[in-house]
């Protein structure tokens, strides 16, 4: 089993629609949660960090934690095309040292206008 | 606040020939990372730098990967000789600080094809 699972899609949505992204993962070790997106022959960059269970908020995006089920999940309010993008989840254990992030394979979404 | 940047953005070389990259990080980033990303997977960590010294190179392959951080600012990462699984795009990263969230910044890549 991967430490990180994600379905790499594509999903395809209309324009407006809510769009749930999800990853799964084994290693209880990981305490901070993020969610990159990365447009095509760009680097990835950070869209929301959660730190352990819960949620959070920045305007159309909400980062879901739940550790108990080590499900984590990223929903996009009122999808714009320019939303459209590989979405990746990023994990990383607490403490300090070596400390690269884990990511999924990331989701390739698109939205259809 | 200038970016990570890297270059070349694009390299095309025959299988066993050898390439560098090189990466500038963000002004004041202690930290910088050297990331493997092949084509419909998840960017893989090869090298984590905290200022010119190697924190984990665990998944780095020794035999024919290289990477070095002079005087704890620019980075190199070299292969020799490379394989046609060398295919990807290498990313290069940096972030301020290693506790916390430790959001790291990425570069827009290097893209590397081997014939």
């Known amino acids: 089993q991967k430490e990180v699972e994600q379905d790499p899609g594509p999903l395809s949505v209309p324009e407006g629609a809510i769009v749930s992204l999800n990853c799964t993962y084994s290693n209880s070790a990981f305490q901070y949660f993020m969610w990159y997106r990365q447009y095509s022959r760009k680097g990835p960059e950070l869209l929301m960090y959660?730190?352990?269970?819960g949620n959070k908020e920045d305007g159309r995006f909400t980062a879901q934690v739940d550790k108990s089920s080590k499900y984590i999940s990223l929903f996009i309010r009122d999808s714009q095309p320019s939303d459209s993008a590989t979405y990746l989840c990023?994990?990383?254990?607490?403490?300090?040292?070596?400390?690269?992030?884990?990511f999924g394979k990331g989701t390739h979404l698109i939205i259809q206008p | 606040e200038a970016g990570v940047a890297q270059s070349p953005r694009y390299k095309i070389i025959e299988k066993r020939q050898s390439v560098a990259f090189w990466c500038n990080p963000i002004?004041?980033?202690?930290?910088l990372y050297w990331y493997q990303q092949i084509l419909g997977q998840g960017p893989k960590l090869l090298i984590q730098f905290q200022n010119n010294g190697v924190v984990d190179d665990s998944q780095l392959p020794k035999d024919r990967f290289s990477a070095e951080r002079l005087k704890g600012v620019d980075s190199t990462l070299k292969i020799q000789p490379a394989k046609l699984e060398d295919s990807a795009v290498y990313l290069c990263a940096s972030s301020l600080v290693t506790s916390g969230a430790n959001v790291l910044t990425f570069g827009a890549g290097s893209r590397l094809t081997v014939l």
């Open positions: 959660t730190y352990s269970s």
């Open positions: 990023a994990l990383r254990a607490s403490g300090g040292g070596a400390d690269g992030l884990t």
């Open positions: 002004s004041g980033h202690a930290t």
